[in-house]
Every structure is written in structure tokens, then in C-alpha cells.
């Protein structure tokens, strides 16, 4: 079959090579190396088809080849090298994409890191940090992912300094986002901040993590955030809400259950459920006969939360 392969890969018809590397990962009789050296066909067209092909494969060499084809003069070729890349599985293969966490091209960078932040390995943490200082809000956002990934306490602090600073909304939604796990008074702070930022999407990353959080002292600025002009905001500052069992927000709740949109109702109704008070019982009973179904399935769960709770 090898043989087959090899005669139509060396075709002067880059259509014969390209469909030869599309059989050729159909079969799954390749071990990388034709693949591989379809990868620098002269054509785009066949080497587009060989990165793809190589999803899946761990091989250094092969995975030093991908971090290569990041650089082709194709753009499509470039894409489809970086998204193998982001398919890795072995965390082995962090070796041969570390030394590239620093490329002065924004593309690999973003590439290598989006690859990294997959494997979770430990030594992500230090290129992640330093391309928290990349002058490419791309590069920011995706070492801010990585550090969400792993989880490491020591990224709180900087996290947090983006949440409030960074002047890319979506690096500042980003770093909301990755603060999952930080538990410090600094982060809740910077998190109480992302609540009053002037991008709704960064309030609503805010008002998600501090409920993550379970962050009891937010809870006054939650409730402030359930009068936010945008419903997604209000949203995510009920469900939070819930999550805390907030009692004193019981009001405001209630009040979302009129509000026009669906989603938001049924978020209020599910919060009333789980803060459990007896006194959101006549508001959720006018709520059985809303016109959405699944705000109905919402109430009647919120009803016997807490009927069970009574």
C-alpha cells in the first residue's frame, strides 16, 4: 500500500497529492512519515491536507514540524497547523512546544500557548506569566487561559491586576474568568471591580466567578448588579446569587420574575429556589402560568426547593 502512496505523492499533479494524503489519513496506515513529508509539498493545498492529517500524533518530530508550519507562507497552512496543534494530548509534547512561548510572531505564540494550556503541564506557568506582558492583546488573552488552566495561586495576583487595567475588554473578561480559582481578598477585589466595568461582558464574567467563589462579601454588589442595564449581566448576578443562598436578595429576585426576558425569569426563579426563603412563595405561584415552558419548569422546581426546605 506504501508503494501506492508513494508513487502519487510523487505526482506532478498536486490534485493526485492532495487526494493521495486525504486517502492516506483515511487509511491510518501511516506512521507520520509520509505525512510528514507531504507537509512540505510545494503545493498549499497538500500541505493544508497533511497538517490537518496530523492531528493526533505526539511525535516530537512531528510536533516540531507543526510548530514549524506556523511560519508557511499559507495562511490556511498555518491554521491548520496550529489547530493539530491545539489537539495534543501528551503532555510530553510540552517540550517541543515551550521554547516557541515567546516567538515575536503573535500568531505562534497565540498557537503554542492555546496548545499548552491543553497539556497543563507545570512548566506552562513561567512563559505564561511573562506573555502576560505581550503588546498583543491576542497573546495576553491566551497566556491568560493557560493560567486559568493550571490553576496556580502565585497568577492570582496579576490575573487580577488585568481584570481592573488591561486595556482589551476581552483580556479583562478573560482574566474575570480564570480567576476561578483564587480564593485571596485581592482577586475578590478585582473581581468587585470587573462588576462597575464599562464592558457589560466583563461584568458578566465578574458576577459568574464571584459566585464560583461563593464570595459572601460580594453579595451586596451582586444585588446592585441585578439592576444592570444589560440582562445578561443580571443574569449571571441571580445565578450567582443562588449560589450563595443570599436571603437579603430575595427582593430583588423577585422582582426579576416580571422581567421581559425569558431567560433572566427563569434564572430568578431557579436563585429563589436555592436561597430556600418561604417569602418568594406567592411571587413564584403567579409565575406557573408564564408563558415560557421552561421558565414553568424553573418555578416548579423553585417551588419544591422550598417546600422541601419548609
Not at 498555518?78 to 515567546?102: T, W
Not at 503554542?112 to 492583546?137: N, Q, T
Not at 480564570?178 to 464592558?199: E, I, K, N, R, V
Not at 453579595?219 to 442595564?229: C, G, H, K, N, V
Request: hydrophobic share 50%; aromatic share 2%; net charge negative.
Amino acid at each position: 500500500m506504501n508503494d501506492d502512496f508513494l508513487q502519487r505523492l510523487a505526482s506532478s499533479d498536486s490534485t493526485v497529492r492532495r487526494i493521495a494524503v486525504l486517502d492516506l489519513a483515511d487509511s491510518g496506515d501511516d506512521d507520520g512519515t509520509l505525512l510528514l513529508a507531504a507537509l512540505c509539498d510545494s503545493a498549499p493545498e497538500v500541505r493544508v491536507e497533511a497538517a490537518r492529517a496530523l492531528e493526533g500524533y505526539d511525535e516530537p518530530d512531528i510536533v516540531g514540524a507543526l510548530v514549524a508550519a506556523l511560519r508557511d507562507d499559507d495562511r490556511a497552512v498555518r491554521e491548520a497547523a496550529a489547530h493539530s496543534l491545539s489537539e495534543l494530548k501528551d503532555p510530553a509534547a510540552a517540550a517541543q512546544l515551550l521554547p516557541h512561548a515567546a516567538d515575536p510572531d503573535p500568531f505562534v505564540c497565540v498557537s503554542v500557548l492555546r496548545s499548552l494550556r491543553e497539556l497543563r503541564v507545570a512548566a506552562s506557568f513561567g512563559p505564561a506569566m511573562a506573555a502576560l506582558r505581550a503588546g498583543d492583546a491576542l497573546v495576553r488573552r491566551e497566556a491568560v487561559t493557560v493560567l486559568g488552566y493550571l490553576k496556580n495561586a502565585d497568577a492570582a495576583a496579576a490575573l487580577g491586576a488585568l481584570v481592573q487595567g488591561d486595556p482589551e475588554p476581552e483580556v479583562r473578561r478573560s482574566a474575570a474568568g480564570a480567576l476561578g480559582f483564587a480564593a485571596g481578598g485581592a482577586a475578590l477585589q478585582a473581581l468587585q471591580t470587573g462588576l462597575h466595568d464599562a464592558a457589560w461582558q466583563v461584568r458578566e464574567e465578574a458576577a459568574t466567578t464571584l459566585g464560583k467563589l461563593h464570595a459572601h462579601d460580594a453579595a451586596p454588589e451582586l444585588i446592585a448588579t441585578l439592576a444592570d442595564p444589560y440582562w445578561q449581566v443580571r443574569l449571571r448576578a441571580a445565578r450567582s446569587l443562588g449560589r450563595l443562598r443570599h436571603r437579603p436578595a430575595l427582593p430583588a429576585l423577585v422582582g426579576a420574575l416580571s422581567h421581559q426576558i425569558s431567560n433572566l425569569r427563569k434564572e430568578a426563579a431557579l436563585a429563589l429556589g436555592e436561597i430556600g426563603d418561604a417569602a418568594a412563595l406567592p411571587a413564584l405561584l403567579q409565575q406557573e402560568s408564564d408563558a415560557d415552558p421552561e421558565v414553568r419548569k424553573a418555578v416548579r422546581l423553585a417551588l419544591g426547593q422550598i417546600q422541601h426546605a419548609a
